[in-house]
């Protein structure tokens, strides 16, 4: 499947647009589970969050995050459901939009294909304004690139250096062993995170 023009402006545009992504079919061969995109946007939302790829938990219920680690994620961010997944607010668009099947030590990494065929679309559609999470090295080695080469803890220290883009460990279960290293997440960024994204849902119009 190709990314074809899509005609329309504001929601009708949207709609087009995640129409086209639930047929997507471009990996489909690889994909051990077949493809099920999964993602949420709206022509207003103010917070986008770029994670890595669905699990086999949400390939199965269609929801993103639908698991443990999204509720690693909303502690973190001080949101309920209900906001998390009002996409009037909240954008979310994995790396790879499907679940990739299983590697060496857990799920595989985000197919290559998805970011290129749909992030650029999905990036039009969202105000220019927002604030970006970067959730796991895969999304911060696209969209960090002046930080190429650091580890993921110096680019969570960072927090504040990237303007409105901000780079967050991925919220498994084995971020609790990296948290408990890492004190300072707690502690510092958490809270700094927290009034960072209470900001930019505030200042939805």
Known sequence: MNGDTIGGTGETKVKALRAQIAACTLCAEY????ARPVVQFSASSRLLIISQAPGTKV??????FDDNSGDRLR???????AQFYDPQFVALMPMGFCYPGKASGGDAPPRNECAPQWHEAVLAEIPEERLTLLVG????AR?????KGWSMTERVRAFGQFGNRIALPHPAWRSR???GKHPWFERDIIPQLR???????????
């Open 75 to 81: 502690g973190w961010l001080a949101l309920h459901k």
């Open 177 to 179: 062993i990296w948290m």
């Open 195 to 205: 009034l960072r994204v209470a900001a930019a849902l505030q200042d939805r119009p």
């Open 143 to 147: 969209y960090l690139p002046e930080a």
């Open 31 to 34: 994909l051990p589970l077949g």
């Open 59 to 64: 390939h199965a219920s269609g929801i993103p």
């Open 137 to 140: 090295s895969h999304a911060q």
